[in-house]
């Protein structure tokens, strides 16, 4: 060390600092750092990308596909995995039977058959029906039932202000079916459905496939 009055003092030996091994030291600090936020950033990464595939089997256009076999008079394709449709047969009748576990939901039932049977019902297990729309590509129809007095109200699409009368060749009965315990109220309960018959004109030149939609109470 060299002093003001220039003479020179040495350090002992111990006191010496040797300037590499801190740098190296610093430098091994900070790639420890470095590799510690690479490793953290990676795994919210992975952890990001896991989120997003859930929410894309939840929330994305994923499609369900409900047929039981080859033989199946029907495929049915739903866009949400807790919504399930049913088909019950009886002669000459079809019943399809929707149970939806958010209340919103969509399905395209499509025939395998050469025709629609003569006689389609619809049965939804839901606590309102705001809307209802069934269409055969060409037309659609729209329903929709009060909450409060239960009156249905249809009209085609596009058409709300001219709602059809029972002499319209879409015109559709919309029933509210109870359990014994709950009849005759304006909205189905727990164990409740609304049914309906579709239209013989709707299917009348037995399209390939029909779609519904339907929303029990809008949010």
Not at 107 to 130: D, F, M, Q, S, Y
Request: hydrophobic share 40%.
């Amino acid at each position: 060390m060299l002093h003001a009055n220039g003479t020179r003092h040495f350090l002992p030996a111990h006191c010496y600092v040797d300037t590499d091994f801190v740098c190296l030291d610093r430098i091994d600090a900070m790639m420890n750092a470095f590799t510690t936020n690479r490793v953290e950033a990676a795994t919210m990464l992975h952890c990001s990308a896991i989120r997003v595939f859930v929410l894309t089997l939840l929330l994305g256009p994923v499609s369900f596909v409900f047929a039981q076999d080859a033989d199946s008079p029907f495929t049915i394709t739903t866009k949400r995995g807790g919504d399930q449709v049913k088909v019950e047969v009886e002669t000459e009748k079809k019943c399809f039977v929707v149970r939806s576990s958010t209340g919103i939901g969509r399905a395209i039932i499509e025939r395998n058959g050469t025709n629609w049977p003569k006689t389609v019902l619809v049965r939804l297990h839901l606590k309102g029906l705001e809307n209802f729309r069934v269409s055969n590509g060409e037309d659609c129809l729209v329903a929709a039932v009060s909450h409060q007095d239960g009156k249905a109200s249809l009209w085609m699409d596009g058409e709300e202000t001219s709602l059809l009368d029972s002499q319209h060749p879409y015109w559709m009965k919309i029933r509210v079916v109870e359990n014994e315990e709950s009849p005759g109220q304006p909205n189905p309960s727990k164990d409740g459905w609304f049914q309906m018959q579709l239209p013989k004109a709707l299917l009348e030149d037995d399209p390939k496939s029909i779609e519904l939609k339907w929303i029990d109470f809008y949010r």
